[in-house]
């Protein structure tokens, strides 16, 4: 595939134009300069895993409303490398589904006939925010999501519209956010469902999820179904083990797990994501795993039984010390750390080798190729255990 279009203005992809061999030595070379600076044995750091798709890999984008220059014509896509209040129309984007490019150019052509105007985040006037696009990759699902400021728009007008459209997958809802907020995070006063339902469904590791418009959900479904099957296969018999997963989401690797151990406990923050885990549990039939809602380190000092693995698979801001320590406390023959950043993820193994671990296993994965982002699955093992 040729380079993206507009590779040079766009602030989403870094590796356009890097062959894509060339992309994953750079990023297990990162992950091994880490470890060295560190202080640990750069070698312990396996092969790369490559990505199962370079290309229209991604499930979900948030595209954002607005102008290239100055008061020109509306655009609707990414913001401009290094120059925020600036957007680049990415309707040629390479690394979603083509319907996601039809739905944004049908959407930004009927908004322009429309005349709308965007939202002005310095002003606060304007009426276009955003447009989520979200896909179940296995069920073929489209949930086409519009973010306004309160004012008028065509809703019967926008419905026929994408209806009309010539698509790859089905059209399962169309929702309208109202969001009144003055914060570039969309903040919903109101959704509206337009047509037909306000979630998708999705299908991993044999389980089945239902993602509401907000609702987190991993970005790549067959890359991150390969690290939870890789990370569960590290566990040492977890048969009828009493397992902890910490910053648990909307729950996947929990009920995964569920499957197999005695009791899984998933500790996850954001209530909303605790409410779709507890859901999906009810709707998978597993009924060996309880979802609490509540930060990791005030929760662990109220959990109802003591865990014999522990599974972390924090934010990009990692793992606090405070709670690290917490954790290794414990004394767990094994935690499994799955890490969505390299960088957070060797200032935790440092307090996880002070407390007495040894680093066994270390593997990093591609799961967002032309992006910078890399995951990693790291298995500690007690010492003298």
Do not use: W
Not at 54 to 78: A, C, I, S, W
Not at 174 to 202: C, F, N, Q, R, W
């Amino acid at each position: 595939m040729d380079i993206c279009q507009i590779a040079e203005k766009c602030g989403g992809c870094t590796y356009q134009g890097t062959a894509y061999e060339q992309q994953l030595k750079e990023k297990e070379g990162a992950v091994r300069g880490l470890l060295s600076s560190a202080g640990f044995d750069p070698s312990i750091c396996r092969p790369i895993e490559p990505c199962p798709d370079v290309y229209r890999y991604r499930n979900k984008m948030d595209y954002t409303f607005g102008d290239e220059v100055k008061d020109g014509p509306l655009q609707l896509g990414m913001h401009r490398k290094k120059q925020f209040m600036s957007v680049v129309n990415a309707d040629v984007c390479q690394i979603v589904p083509e319907d996601f490019n039809r739905l944004l150019d049908a959407t930004l052509q009927f908004c322009r006939e429309k005349g709308y105007t965007h939202y002005h985040r310095k002003r606060h006037e304007g009426l276009l925010r955003q447009l989520i696009l979200r896909r179940g990759v296995r069920t073929k699902q489209l949930l086409v999501n519009i973010v306004t400021s309160e004012g008028t728009f065509d809703e019967e007008g926008y419905i026929n519209l994408v209806l009309s459209l010539s698509l790859d997958h089905q059209i399962c809802g169309i929702l309208h956010t109202v969001d009144e907020s003055m914060s570039d995070a969309v903040k919903p006063s109101e959704i509206k469902v337009l047509y037909g339902s306000d979630h998708y469904e999705e299908v991993v590791l044999d389980l089945k999820f239902d993602v509401g418009p907000f609702s987190f959900f991993q970005t790549n479904v067959p890359a991150a179904e390969r690290l939870y099957r890789d990370a569960i296969s590290l566990i040492d018999g977890i048969e009828g083990k009493t397992v902890y997963d910490l910053y648990c989401g909307t729950g996947t690797i929990t009920q995964a797990m569920a499957t197999k151990a005695g009791q899984v406990y998933g500790v996850e923050i954001v209530e909303e994501a605790v409410e779709a885990a507890r859901a999906s549990a009810v709707r998978n039939g597993l009924s060996n795993c309880e979802f609490i809602c509540g930060d990791v380190l005030k929760v662990l000092d109220e959990m109802p039984a003591e865990p014999d693995v522990i599974v972390v698979d924090p934010p990009r801001a990692g793992i606090h010390p405070k709670a690290m320590t917490k954790i290794c406390s414990y004394g767990v023959s094994q935690i499994v750390y799955i890490s969505c950043n390299p960088k957070t993820l060797v200032q935790n193994l440092q307090t996880a080798v002070e407390a007495g671990y040894e680093i066994s296993y270390l593997k990093p994965y591609d799961n967002f190729p032309m992006t910078s982002h890399i995951e990693t699955i790291v298995l500690l093992q007690k010492l003298n255990s």
